[in-house]
């Protein structure tokens, strides 16, 4: 099959993700009980959906590192959990800000929902320090692997215990009582998730390609240098990525 | 909890969808700056290639 280059990818992903935000002001209808501030939901939720699945994707190609022992699926785990983290800045942010319009506060510590993302988050963080405390390129990449795949097991586990837990404020976007979303409003929500998968995947090709470049340049300096060719470095916590490895399967 | 009033509730909406709008740009920012970075070494190694095969060819024009 062949993969949409990544400057077609872009533009798709910001169409899609325009489509999306002008379904939400000027389709989609107010929320009877939230009213406006629900808009905030069709940012958020896909927002919080594409870091989490990134975080499990981040996992699946950690699996194919240690199966394969190829350092390329090791910087495409790289990049898809770097990517999500920066999506999870995103989801606290802007659920803060919802939580402020809608209880007063910008933090609730009793609701499973916000506690067991900070959870994941704060867990995802300790990701760049795990590869920090490790030199060996080989070791911090298998290591890397080995946590990323445990903690993209604990991902899906977390998000079944919270919808299990009795919840008494958070909304449930995929609500199965009362019907769920209206159609409208579906619609919309998905046109929003579809363009933020879009640029998710845009940002995680874009860091690909950048990486890729940055080892060919390291390549090319110790070719004109008479260096001996060592495998791509990247930076300390970053794999280097041969230039094979910009596109994310 | 009652909804909030549109002009209420308008500013929290902007700032949700400024602070996603703020994240893509420092990120589009710094993998900007990282490009131009690989932009000018290359520029560099282009210079450092170009100036060895300079006396090269000069040498093979006086031979």
């Given at each position: 099959?062949?993969?949409?280059?990544?400057?077609?990818?872009?533009?798709?992903?910001?169409?899609?993700?325009?489509?999306?935000?002008?379904?939400?002001?000027?389709?989609?209808?107010?929320?009877?009980?939230?009213?406006?501030?629900?808009?905030?939901f069709?940012l958020?939720?896909?927002l919080?959906?594409?870091?989490?699945?990134?975080?499990?994707?981040?996992?699946?190609?950690?699996?194919?590192?240690?199966?394969?022992?190829?350092?390329?699926?090791?910087?495409?785990?790289?990049?898809?959990?770097?990517?999500?983290?920066?999506?999870?800045?995103?989801?606290?942010?802007?659920?803060?800000?919802?939580?402020?319009?809608?209880w007063?506060?910008?933090?609730?510590?009793?609701?499973?929902?916000?506690?067991?993302?900070?959870?994941?988050?704060?867990?995802?963080?300790?990701?760049?320090?795990?590869?920090?405390?490790?030199?060996?390129?080989?070791?911090?990449?298998?290591?890397?692997?080995?946590?990323?795949i445990?903690?993209?097991?604990?991902?899906p586990?977390?998000?079944?215990?919270?919808?299990?837990?009795?919840?008494?404020?958070?909304?449930?976007?995929?609500?199965?009582a009362?019907?769920?979303?209206?159609?409208?409003m579906?619609?919309?929500?998905?046109?929003?998730?579809?363009?933020?998968?879009?640029?998710?995947?845009?940002?995680?090709?874009?860091?690909?390609?950048?990486?890729?470049?940055?080892?060919?340049?390291?390549?090319?300096?110790?070719?004109?240098?008479?260096?001996?060719?060592?495998?791509?470095?990247?930076?300390?916590?970053?794999?280097?990525?041969?230039?094979?490895?910009?596109?994310v399967? | 909890?009652?909804?909030?009033?549109?002009?209420e509730?308008?500013?929290?909406?902007?700032?949700?969808?400024?602070?996603?709008?703020?994240?893509?740009?420092?990120?589009?920012?710094?993998?900007?700056?990282?490009?131009?970075?690989?932009?000018?070494e290359l520029?560099?190694?282009?210079?450092?290639?170009?100036?060895?095969?300079?006396?090269?060819?000069?040498?093979?024009?006086?031979g």
């Open positions: 099959m062949k993969v949409p280059s990544l400057r077609a990818n872009a533009i798709a992903a910001t169409l899609v993700l325009l489509a999306g935000f002008a379904l939400v002001f000027f389709y989609a209808p107010l929320d009877t009980d939230q009213g406006f501030i629900q808009k905030i069709y958020h939720v896909p919080a959906i594409c870091a989490l699945a990134g975080f499990i994707l981040g996992g699946l190609l950690a699996i194919a590192h240690l199966r394969t022992g190829d350092p390329r699926w090791d910087a495409r785990s790289y990049v898809a959990i770097h990517l999500s983290i920066i999506f999870g800045v995103g989801v606290l942010i802007t659920g803060s800000i919802w939580a402020h319009a809608s007063g506060k910008w933090w609730v510590w009793d609701e499973p929902t916000l506690v067991s993302f900070l959870i994941v988050f704060l867990l995802y963080a300790t990701y760049y320090p795990l590869r920090y405390a490790i030199e060996d390129r080989d070791r911090q990449g298998r290591y890397a692997s080995v946590f990323a445990t903690a993209g097991a604990f991902v586990l977390n998000f079944i215990a919270v919808r299990m837990a009795e919840s008494l404020v958070h909304p449930r976007v995929f609500a199965t009362n019907g769920g979303l209206p159609g409208s579906l619609l919309t929500f998905l046109v929003c998730l579809a363009g933020m998968a879009l640029l998710w995947l845009v940002l995680v090709r874009f860091e690909l390609a950048a990486k890729s470049a940055s080892a060919s340049l390291s390549r090319l300096r110790r070719a004109l240098d008479g260096e001996p060719e060592i495998p791509a470095q990247g930076s300390r916590i970053a794999p280097g990525v041969p230039s094979s490895a910009t596109s399967s | 909890m009652p909804a909030l009033p549109l002009d509730a308008g500013k929290y909406v902007a700032a949700a969808y400024l602070v996603f709008l703020g994240l893509i740009l420092v990120y589009v920012a710094i993998m900007a700056a990282k490009l131009a970075r690989i932009d000018r520029g560099e190694l282009a210079d450092v290639a170009e100036g060895r095969a300079r006396p090269d060819r000069n040498g093979e024009s006086r």
